[in-house]
Nanobody
Framework: QVQLVESGGGLVQAGGSLRLSCAAS????????MGWFRQVPGKEREFVAA????????YYADSVKGRFTISRDNAKNLVYLQMNSLKPEDTAVYYC???????????????????WGQGTQVTVSL
């Protein structure tokens, strides 16, 4: 079983930046594809970004492309989400997820992931 713990959320004004971190337990982190999702109350969980096992390929939702950057440090079992130029519509609970058996396809689907963190709240004010 893998445990994921997010950190770095908080309150920020529009146009500001936040850096989210996700720490993973276990010795097989480098074999997982990793993703970030977000969810607003009353709405379905939304794909934000994903990264392959080696970090060589990244994917982004159109709504965050050019503003958010996903990265990973396999030596430290960490994945990051750098969020710049934040907008009020970015307000959500952000979740880190791990895919134990990546196929390098359909990483935008939440059902593909095996483990999820507890989430961290990001609030962007006007």
């Amino acid at each position: 079983q893998v445990q994921l713990v997010e950190s770095g959320g908080g309150l920020v004004q529009a146009g500001g930046s936040l850096r989210l971190s996700c720490a993973a337990s276990g010795r097989t982190f480098s074999s997982y594809a990793m993703g970030w999702f977000r969810q607003v109350p009353g709405k379905e969980r939304e794909f934000v970004a994903a990264i392959t096992r080696s970090g060589g390929t990244t994917y982004y939702a159109d709504s965050v492309k050019g503003r958010f950057t996903i990265s990973r440090d396999n030596a430290k079992n960490l994945v990051y989400l750098q969020m710049n130029s934040l907008k009020p519509e970015d307000t959500a609970v952000y979740y880190c997820a791990a895919d134990r058996f990546p196929t390098a396809t359909q990483l935008f689907r939440g059902t593909k992931y095996d483990y999820w963190g507890q989430g961290t709240q990001v609030t962007v004010s006007l």
